[in-house]
């Protein structure tokens, strides 16, 4: 059965740092994997989608990363910003199971 | 396109009272999912469909839980009888592809007191 963990699940930082945001999988055979953003009291927004195939996806001050063996995925963030602040999902869609399984987020705050 | 809309965004409800949920999917999108999320279990698949047919319902908790799309443009999710334990946030996303990009609606905010 897969499970997805996020750690930590929170995270604060000042403006303008880099970081990195973790999601771990139990099992490898993954077909694809998102990061979601979620403002409060709003829906999830996609961020970027991986491929299995894939290494790494860009988009903008995002860059998601992908290691099927190990069952790793890394979100970076750079030069992080005020508006950031929202909690972070990923999920990953099993090879086989026709769904996706989410991880429990990564609240981030950014102070100004 | 106005994006995945949900129905009522807030739902405050007495226990024993039936609930029903409505989600009008983004066209075109043949898969449609209901979420529910709580603090304790995060974000949970209930059902989906795809082009109008339930095809794995596998998450729905009980049989208090029911849910339709009797076309592509809209959805129900039903409870009834309702509980205080079924009080989370449901949430209906759609996509082209069951792996694809989904897009989530507002949310409906379920109280069951």
């Known amino acids: 059965k897969q499970e997805v963990t996020q750690i930590p699940a929170a995270l604060s930082v000042p403006e303008g740092e880099n970081l990195v945001l973790n999601c771990s999988f139990t099992d490898s055979a993954i077909y694809n994997l998102q990061w979601f953003r979620q403002d409060p009291g709003k829906g999830l927004t996609s961020l970027l989608l991986?491929?299995?195939?894939?290494r790494e996806q860009t988009s903008g001050r995002l860059n998601a990363s992908l290691d099927k063996s190990s069952g790793r995925s890394t979100l970076y963030i750079a030069a992080s910003q005020p508006g950031d602040s929202a909690t972070y999902l990923c999920a990953v869609y099993t090879s086989g199971t026709y769904k996706y399984i989410f991880g429990t987020g990564t609240r981030l705050k950014v102070l100004a | 396109d106005a994006g995945v809309i949900q129905s009522p965004r807030h739902e405050v409800t007495e226990m024993g009272q039936e609930v029903t949920l409505r989600c009008k999917p983004i066209?075109?999108?043949?898969?449609l999912f209901w979420y529910r999320q709580t603090m304790m279990r995060g974000l949970e698949l209930l059902i989906y469909f795809n082009n109008n047919v339930p095809i794995d319902d596998s998450g729905m908790p009980e049989d208090r839980f029911s849910a339709k799309m009797p076309n592509a443009s809209f959805s129900t999710l039903k409870i009834q009888p309702s509980e205080p334990r079924d009080s989370a946030v449901y949430f209906c996303a759609t996509g082209g592809e069951a792996t694809d990009t989904q897009y989530f609606g507002p949310g409906t905010r379920l109280t069951v007191l």
């Open positions: 991986i491929q299995s195939s894939q």
């Open positions: 066209s075109g999108h043949d898969y």
